[in-house]
């Protein structure tokens, strides 16, 4: 058996027989490898399966929004931006500032990141997801820089079995999801239609993943794959009336079911695919191969910017992540070669908007040939039985040759550019300390750096005030201090992080591109579960945070020390569990947002909201029965709020709604 092998059966055997408080105990993203959360010298947060089974999320938001410091904008249907010790991010950052993960496999390529990248991952199939908050280790290199979400793969059994799960909602919203395992492989598969509660907003998605895992010729081996598709009707958000100031207009029943872009949507399909290969090199060290392939395509209409054009962007990679395995460290390097294309056409007549021109007919029509070269080493070292400390380091490579495949020149706001090569080098060390205070209570302390290469829309997909390639790396360098405790009774985690970040690209009131702006970001965030007894338990989590502009911009009427916009200073959940007989639960979960600005110059702001949810299940011999109300006291609140083209303009939290749901096991 591979030192991979044993070391998950310990950390498994070990959480099998442990208290029910150590059931995250495992976790995989920081090395590629099974380790004790309680070993890590960083913030994550493992979410198991059985919690994913208690929400039984239509959204991953409605998972991940439970983490500390995370907090996901839900937009229309699967759409969504992200935020993890951050404001909620979009355009290139929100694409390119988080990395997200299928069994430590980046589910996009480098600069070719999808905002909405969550609905790619197979989310309601998955094992147990991971949150790490803030720059991640040195195996993982570009976009792994507010943090990562890593979604694990069911492990299929040798043993036939499996199970059913079907839920249905009054609002018209349905979901199956099946999986059958047997003869060490699982098959799993999901379908969702959502009429959702606005005009013209409903959406259908599939999923399938596959994992097989075998041993042969010395090798043992995990095959996945994974695919989804998802067909959307888009709703945009609800505004006001330029200037308008008044009563906030979700709150008014019919305007926030309306929709404003009836003729919006979003098709979507990718397919991943990856194979591990482990191999003991000794008895002290492994050799881990992890080929990979993977398939993107989206078309969607741009209802956002004037003029309306329709986009169409794909691109197919094939990579090798390898490693070499010690007890206390690793080194490795990392390939991946990326073809990829975006169209942009406007078939509407040419529009005026932001004071330029976009004009009738193709904007965008380029294609781009990547490469991405990467070497890394992390090694730990015991300073006494109590102290260890560990040091990392990854280089990157990021390479884009970019093929113009129409005419260049200035076309109203649109420039394209003449064919090109760019390329950019990064190093991200980190450095960390952690102390086994007792055997339940570590703390810790960390300094690293993230960094990414630009999206090749921000380098590419240009207007006319940018010059070709001005895009920057941006760097994002952060300290932590973190106490984690563990008891049979209770779990507690803190953290303390201070980040400043280089080189952020974002877009201004105008409607173009800043590349140079500076951000620092401070806060604490706090988790944890207590059994109080064997029937009560809470469970809860809650961030103080600070995002502040660092640097001044009279075009967009930034001072530095402004809050940057879409960034709570509170975010907080807290789940009381009841069971009152050993086959009944019962949970309550108040979620809050907190206040926020929703312009740079912090002159226009969203309140913030506390909506209830909760949780019903009984478990009968052969099937499972619960229920679900989300919004249980049917609040007025805004899933997303902003301020832009002199409008208040908001996404309208779903009402009050109840989810019924029955899942057996055979």
């Known amino acids: 058996m591979s030192i991979f092998k044993r070391l998950s059966a310990n950390v498994m055997l070990a959480a099998v027989c442990a208290p029910a408080y150590a059931a995250d105990e495992v976790v995989v993203t920081n090395e590629r490898r099974a380790q004790s959360a309680q070993s890590v010298a960083l913030s994550v947060d493992a979410l198991p399966r059985a919690r994913l089974t208690a929400v039984a999320p239509i959204h991953p938001a409605e998972l991940l929004n439970t983490s500390a410091g995370v907090n996901i904008h839900r937009g229309s249907g699967q759409e969504h931006l992200t935020a993890i010790r951050s404001p909620v991010l979009n355009g290139g950052s929100g694409a390119g500032s988080f990395l997200y993960l299928l069994d430590g496999v980046p589910l996009r390529a480098a600069g070719f990141g999808n905002v909405n990248g969550l609905f790619e991952a197979p989310s309601e199939l998955s094992g147990g997801v991971e949150v790490i908050k803030g720059p991640g280790s040195a195996l993982y290199g570009s976009n792994a820089l507010h943090g990562l979400?890593?979604?694990?793969?069911?492990?299929?059994?040798?043993?036939?079995?499996?199970?059913?799960?079907?839920?249905?909602?009054?609002?018209?919203?349905?979901?199956?999801?099946?999986?059958?395992?047997?003869?060490?492989?699982?098959?799993?598969?999901?379908?969702?239609?959502?009429?959702?509660?606005r005009d013209d907003s409903g959406f259908d998605q599939q999923k399938a993943v596959f994992r097989g895992d075998s041993f042969a010729f010395g090798w043992d081996a995990q095959v996945l794959l994974a695919a989804q598709n998802l067909n959307q009707e888009t709703a945009g958000f609800i505004q006001t009336e330029p200037d308008y100031i008044g009563p906030d207009i979700y709150t008014i029943d019919a305007i926030a079911r309306s929709n404003p872009n009836p003729e919006a949507y979003r098709d979507g399909r990718s397919v991943n695919a990856q194979v591990r290969l482990a191999k003991p090199l000794s008895s002290r060290s492994e050799l881990v191969l992890t080929p990979y392939m993977r398939a993107t395509q989206i078309e969607f209409l741009r209802h956002f910017i004037p003029g309306q054009a329709r986009e169409e962007n794909a691109h197919k990679s094939a990579g090798l992540q390898s490693a070499i395995y010690g007890s206390d460290w690793v080194i490795g390097a990392d390939a991946e070669y990326t073809k990829g294309s975006l169209i942009n056409f406007q078939d509407g007549p040419t529009t005026t908007g932001f004071g330029e021109p976009?004009?009738?007919?193709?904007?965008?029509?380029?294609?781009?040939?990547?490469?991405?070269?990467?070497?890394?080493?992390?090694?730990?070292?015991?300073?006494?039985?109590?102290?260890?400390?560990?040091?990392?380091?990854?280089?990157?490579?990021?390479?884009?040759?970019?093929?113009?495949?129409?005419?260049?020149?200035?076309?109203?706001?649109?420039?394209?550019?003449?064919?090109?090569?760019?390329?950019?080098?990064?190093?991200?060390?980190?450095a960390s300390l952690l102390y086994a205070a007792s055997p339940n209570l570590s703390v810790y302390g960390r300094a690293a750096r993230g960094a990414r290469a630009p999206q090749v829309t921000d380098l590419y997909a240009v207007q006319i005030d940018q010059v070709p390639g001005d895009a920057n790396v941006e760097t994002l360098d952060s300290l932590e201090l973190g106490a984690k405790y563990r008891s049979e009774t209770l779990t507690l985690n803190a953290a303390l992080f201070a980040m400043k970040k280089d080189n952020f690209f974002f877009r201004r009131p105008n409607g173009f591109n800043q590349t140079d702006g500076e951000t620092t970001h401070?806060?604490?965030?706090?988790?944890?579960?207590?059994?109080?007894?064997?029937?009560?338990?809470?469970?809860?989590?809650?961030?103080?945070?600070?995002?502040?502009?660092?640097?001044?911009?009279?075009?967009?009427?930034?001072?530095?020390?402004?809050?940057?916009?879409?960034?709570?200073?509170?975010?907080?959940?807290?789940?009381?569990?009841?069971?009152?007989?050993?086959?009944?639960?019962?949970?309550?979960?108040?979620?809050?947002?907190?206040?926020?600005?929703?312009?740079?110059?912090?002159?226009?702001?969203?309140?913030?909201?506390?909506?209830?949810?909760?949780?019903?299940?009984?478990?009968?011999?052969?099937?499972?029965?619960?229920?679900?109300m989300d919004n249980l006291l049917d609040a007025d609140y805004a899933d997303r709020a902003d301020f832009a083209f002199r409008r208040e303009r908001y996404f309208p939290g779903r009402p009050r709604t109840a989810f019924i749901g029955l899942s057996k096991s055979f």
């Not at 492990?155 to 018209?172: C, E, M, N, W, Y």
């Not at 965008?364 to 380091?393: C, H, M, P």
């Not at 005419?407 to 080098?425: A, E, L, Q």
């Open 149 to 197: 979400i890593n979604f694990k793969s069911r492990a299929p059994q040798k043993d036939f079995g499996g199970d059913v799960t079907l839920i249905g909602s009054h609002r018209g919203a349905v979901s199956a999801k099946a999986s059958v395992t047997g003869n060490n492989m699982r098959l799993s598969a999901s379908a969702v239609h959502d009429d959702g509660f």
């Open 522 to 628: 401070t806060g604490v965030e706090l988790d944890g579960q207590w059994a109080m007894n064997e029937r009560f338990s809470l469970r809860g989590s809650v961030t103080y945070a600070r995002h502040l502009y660092d640097f001044t911009d009279a075009v967009s009427g930034i001072t530095s020390g402004d809050f940057v916009d879409t960034a709570p200073k509170t975010l907080g959940t807290l789940t009381a569990v009841f069971r009152p007989v050993d086959a009944m639960s019962a949970e309550l979960e108040w979620r809050h947002v907190g206040a926020y600005f929703t312009d740079p110059q912090n002159n226009n702001r969203y309140d913030g909201h506390d909506i209830l949810v909760a949780r019903w299940a009984y478990d009968f011999k052969a099937a499972r029965v619960f229920a679900r």
């Open 358 to 430: 976009f004009p009738q007919g193709p904007h965008y029509d380029f294609e781009i040939d990547a490469l991405v070269l990467a070497a890394y080493g992390q090694k730990r070292f015991s300073l006494s039985d109590a102290l260890t400390a560990e040091i990392g380091l990854r280089a990157e490579h990021t390479e884009f040759d970019y093929d113009n495949r129409i005419d260049s020149g200035v076309f109203g706001r649109i420039k394209r550019v003449d064919d090109r090569s760019d390329d950019f080098f990064t190093l991200t060390p980190s």
